[in-house]
């Protein structure tokens, strides 16, 4: 279990670090627009999960959706609180 600040945290480390096998360094690799298309695709999965599927299904497509806001952020290099502001 983690919150989203944890999450980031965690992703920022492996950024840093690179290491191998790490689908946050395979994502920042992969660039802006590849994570862009990867946030619209997650996004339709939450809605369908929401009309058609289970909580849990629901909640583990939100949390891939989750994970790809953050890369975004990371690939442009903002922070959690940058958000926080406009919540
Ligand atoms: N929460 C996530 C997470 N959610 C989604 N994903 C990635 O998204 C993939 C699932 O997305 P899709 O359904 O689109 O599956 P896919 O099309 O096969 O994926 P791709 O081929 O496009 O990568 C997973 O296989 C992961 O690569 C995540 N990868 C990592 N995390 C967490 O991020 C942290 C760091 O992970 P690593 O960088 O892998 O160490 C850990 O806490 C992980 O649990």
Do not use: C, N, W
């Given at each position: 279990?983690?919150?989203?600040?944890?999450?980031?945290?965690?992703?920022?480390?492996?950024?840093?670090?690179?290491?191998?096998?790490?689908?946050?360094?395979?994502?920042?690799?992969?660039?802006?627009?590849?994570?862009?298309?990867?946030?619209l695709e997650e996004a339709g999965e939450v809605w369908i999960a929401a009309e058609h599927e289970s909580d849990e299904q629901l909640a583990e497509e939100?949390?891939?959706?989750?994970?790809?806001?953050?890369?975004?952020?990371?690939?442009?290099?903002?922070?959690?609180?940058?958000?926080?502001?406009?919540?």
């Open positions: 279990m983690k919150t989203f600040d944890e999450l980031f945290a965690e992703l920022q480390e492996r950024a840093r670090a690179r290491p191998a096998g790490s689908s946050t360094v395979a994502a920042l690799d992969a660039g802006v627009h590849a994570q862009g298309k990867k946030v939100i949390s891939q959706l989750l994970f790809r806001v953050q890369v975004i952020m990371l690939e442009r290099g903002l922070s959690p609180q940058d958000v926080y502001r406009y919540l």
